[in-house]
């Protein structure tokens, strides 16, 4: 007896559609499983054999045959289970109703209890485009399918509720579609109210977050660098839906994603320094998976201690800061995955971290500091459109009783400048903030008037800017005068994009 039972394989975080043909014949009791199967897929064979018997049904002694097609595709995971029982179950004739046009994906447990997988999201979202609606899936994967509208989608709990379900003997409800809030404003832990001082570095973080830049804190050990960091999820906008479901694709394939079925926050990721490029970039030496950078995506990767991080490591970040996405390739392909995200970065002027102080004495050799910031490559400081110096805090700031600014009020303009650039770039594929922005959008929407030339002409020659240093001028300058809510870019607005771009060209 032949059946065939449709499921799905990831591949990156796209997905395959996989036919597994379940072929029975009369011979020696025998299991083959075919179609470039991994040591998980393989292993399926107990799992299968157990979670039957345990469901009341029976493992047939005779010669079995499974394959999954299309045979040269690698198969990886556990999530075939289900559907190899469910053909088990069909070419056996312990199973009469039809599958056609169903999905089925889960890891069988012994007892035939169903366990989730990852990527149960990008997988359905494949299915859907490759014309499949009807999907049985794992009841603790059921949170996360509830947000692709549009299909019948019926969690399970066990293979005894599949097999009832498919037979009519007590159908599963389908789940209700699930509408998506993003995360409500609450108390941050951290709130640029409790920040002291460092009016230049709070405005630094606004235009960043505002335009979707990459930022440098350099400062002494102490000054707040990290403080203003951890700010940052206070003041980032709301996700919207779209977003949403992008980032948690990312996560569902990394096996990270939370309980609520869905991210609903903007990431905030902070991989230590003793990071590798491997963890940093994704990959892996079986399954590739996604990394620090991807998991980044619509939202923050802060890199603390900057120049410590091996070179390798940072060095691999200069392709995805440019283009928003990474391709990992390995010998089994290549696998692309998102990678936009603003990068904030913290390190110290000096290996002691006193240099430039007023009041604390530099014990650093000039070999020693020029060792110290050649960690840091030009053409990777070239890629950090805003670069700022933190002085240290003053005692009389941190005792008065001045009241700081709020991170929700910094948000709100924050919000209002990311609405100005939704509108602006409403039809420019793969454009959201004034940072995405390329040569066609500059020049459509960042025109400048003869005294802004001016200016950045003698700002190009005198710092000697490349010709990329010159565009994120301009992109910040944009966003600036967003904030501003002005219509055009103004010589004010060049010179304090200008003045975040000095300290790339210091000794």
Known sequence: MLSKVKSIALSGLDGVPVEVETDINNGLPSYELVGLPDAAVKESRERVRSALKNSGKKFPAQKITVNLA??????????FDLAIAVGILKATSQLAAQTDGILFLGELALDGALRPVTGILPLLISAKSHGLST???????????????GAQTYAAQSLSQVIDHLSGAAPLAPLEAAQYRCAEEGEEKFDLAFVRGQKVAKR?????????????LVGPPGAGK???????????????????????????????????????????????HTATAVSLCGGGTRTVRPGEISLAHGGVLFLDEFPEYHRSALEALRQPLEDGQITVTRSGGAYTFPANFMLCASMNPCPCGNYGSADRTCTCTAAAIHRYRSRLSGPLLDRIDLQVEVDAVKYDDLVSEQKEESSAAVRARVEAAREIQR??????????????????EMARFCALSP????????????LKLSARARSRIVKVARTIADLAGKEDILPEHILEAVSYRSYDNRG
């Open 226 to 272: 990290t403080m203003l960091a951890r700010c940052i999820p206070g003041i980032m906008p709301a996700m919207t839906f779209e977003e949403a479901l992008e980032v948690t694709k990312i996560h569902s394939v990394a096996g990270v994603l939370g309980s609520e079925g869905i991210v609903t926050r903007r990431p905030f990721r902070t991989p230590h």
């Open 451 to 462: 005294e802004c030339e001016r200016l950045l002409r003698l700002s190009f020659e005198k």
């Open 70 to 79: 299309p045979a040269d595709l690698k198969k990886e995971g556990s999530c």
């Open 423 to 440: 509108k602006r770039f409403e039809g420019c594929a793969g454009v959201r903030t004034n940072a995405d922005m390329g040569e066609r």
């Open 135 to 149: 999907f049985v899936i794992p009841a603790g994967n059921a949170r996360e399918a509830a947000y692709i509208a």
């Open 204 to 216: 630094a973080l606004e235009v960043a977050v505002a335009g979707g830049h990459n930022l440098l």
